[in-house]
Antibody
Framework: EVQLVQSGAEVKKPGARVKISCKVS????????IHWVQQAPGKGLQWMGL????????IYAEKFQGRVTITADTSTDTAYMELSSLRSEDAAVYYC????????WGQGTQVTVSS | QSVLTQPPSVSGAPGQRVTISCTGS?????????VHWYQQVPGTAPKFLIY???NRPSGVPDRFSGSKFGTSASLAITGLQAEDEAEYYC????????????FGTGTKVTVL
């Protein structure tokens, strides 16, 4: 069974950084892209970027370029998304998802940004 | 702002057919990129519903169908059921944005 399990909720201060993990199981980690998607409260889905775990090359959405870093550890089948210089509008649920058509999703990680 | 536009809401009675449009442009849907659809019940992660414009993953009921024409795509739900009440998003790729996947604005389906 394919599963993507994300790390728990985070509370951060403005200006800090947050790093969320996404541990996969049930398939070969390097066979599929991993995407990260942001969903602010009451808002739609916003694509942040992706990583090909096989070559480690990330592609980032223009909106997050310079603040987001997506990495992968193939020894633990885990992908990571780090967002820096947090501001109030970064408060959201963050999802990881697999494949070019996002066929499996993590459960989401709530990030709160508050002073 | 999203480059894929959906109606904010659609509604229908149980058993009826509803359709959700996803309007793009020549740099995304019109360029031939596939459209995928997702269903999201409030408080849960999105669920993969349709891929490659009109294909259903295993386990998705056949009352859900997708189509694509020109710079637009549509999701149809026939035989609407109470459990179909959710938010629906289209998704594609846009060549005008650096390597960017894009989502639609989202449509809330209400079962009357």
């Amino acid at each position: 069974e394919v599963q993507l399990v994300q790390s728990g909720a985070e509370v951060k201060k403005p200006g800090a950084r947050v790093k969320i993990s996404c541990k996969v199981s049930g398939y070969t980690f390097t066979d599929y892209y991993i995407h990260w998607v942001q969903q602010a409260p009451g808002k739609g889905l916003q694509w942040m970027g992706l990583l090909d775990p096989e070559d480690g090359e990330p592609i980032y959405a223009e909106k997050f370029q310079g603040r987001v870093t997506i990495t992968a550890d193939t020894s633990t089948d885990t992908a990571y998304m780090e967002l820096s210089s947090l501001r109030s509008e970064d408060a959201a649920v963050y999802y990881c998802a697999r494949s070019s058509h996002l066929d499996y999703w993590g459960q989401g990680t709530q990030v709160t940004v508050s002073s | 702002q999203s480059v894929l536009t959906q109606p904010p809401s659609v509604s229908g009675a149980p058993g009826q057919r509803v359709t959700i449009s996803c309007t793009g442009s020549s740099s995304n849907i019109g360029a031939g990129y596939d459209v995928h659809w997702y269903q999201q019940v409030p408080g849960t992660a999105p669920k993969f519903l349709i891929y490659g414009n009109n294909n259903r993953p295993s386990g998705v009921p056949d009352r859900f169908s997708g189509s694509k024409f020109g710079t637009s795509a549509s999701l149809a739900i026939t035989g609407l059921q109470a459990e179909d009440e959710a938010e629906y998003y289209c998704q594609s790729y846009d060549s005008s944005l650096s390597g960017s996947y894009v989502f639609g604005t989202g449509t809330k389906v209400t079962v009357l």
